[in-house]
């Protein structure tokens, strides 16, 4: 008996991974995250199979689910959104998994910071504009962030934020990064980006709050922060592909690669 931790992306069931569209086809009992993951992810289910959604169930309910499988000897497809080594609170299930001694594996899934790049149709790496991506989210009724992983700490490198479960506290997101960033700095709030109903709002730190608020949006968002989100032209292209920098798939008669490497 197994439980499989799966990666359900962001809502569009074809973002699906082949492997995670496997398994919950052959898992007697499926248990899926259904404010954030639509029916139609495990749809696939087999017939007869236990489909239940645990939104409104607790660690003990689930894990007692997964005894309950484990007693009929049922692998279980634990489907949970995006990514699960995102905010997936999957690390409390696998401890309780380790002390029961049940094994486990994880099947990845697109992340929401993926998924919304792709919607707005751009990198959001871009040479000598942004080159890091800082994953993060803020502390309300959540779980406290460890001390020192602080927006503002994080604003001082100047990389791109993607900000989960901060929808709620724009005007302190406003408040603390403008001074790093500016209030032009671009920003991009992606609502249920997958789903039929997903929105994609671009504005600057200096308002992006009131638009947030006309659409009245409380939850299930990501808030990108970040020059590179803007409409940025003048930038150099990558030595990836720069005939002048040869790479040990692409070399160049008489360049000597070690001494390239060694400038």
Request: aromatic residues 4%; proline residues 7%.
């Amino acid at each position: 008996m197994k439980v499989y931790f799966i990666g359900a992306g962001p809502g569009d069931p074809e973002l699906l991974t082949l492997k995670a569209q496997r398994i919950i086809s052959q898992c007697p009992v499926c248990l899926y995250a259904g404010s954030l993951v639509p029916p139609e992810v495990v749809a696939g289910a087999p017939d007869g199979a236990i489909v239940k959604d645990t939104a409104a169930m607790t660690l003990d309910d689930t894990h007692a689910e997964i005894l309950a499988a484990r007693d009929r000897g049922e692998d279980v497809a634990r489907v949970h959104s995006g990514d699960p080594s995102l905010y997936g609170a999957i690390a409390e299930q696998i401890r309780r998994l380790r002390a029961d001694g049940i094994a486990y594996e994880i099947v990845p899934g697109v992340p929401a910071y993926a998924a919304a790049a792709a919607a707005l149709g751009q990198e959001l790496t871009i040479p000598e504009i942004a080159q890091s991506i800082v994953l993060t989210r803020v502390s309300m009724q959540s779980t406290a962030m460890p001390e020192g992983e602080t927006l503002e700490n994080f604003a001082h490198t100047g990389a791109t934020l993607a900000i989960h479960l901060g929808v709620r506290n724009m005007r302190e997101i406003e408040r603390v990064l403008t001074p790093h960033y500016g209030a032009d700095c671009p920003v991009v709030v992606a609502y249920r980006v997958g789903w039929p109903d997903e929105m994609l709002i671009r504005g600057t730190l200096s308002d992006i709050r009131a638009k947030v608020r006309a659409e009245k949006i409380t939850r299930t968002a990501l808030i990108l922060i970040g020059p590179a989100l803007g409409a940025v032209r003048d930038f150099r292209d990558s030595a990836l592909y720069d005939p002048a920098k040869p790479h040990v798939l692409r070399p160049v008669v008489g360049v000597d690669l070690v001494e390239e490497h060694n400038t």
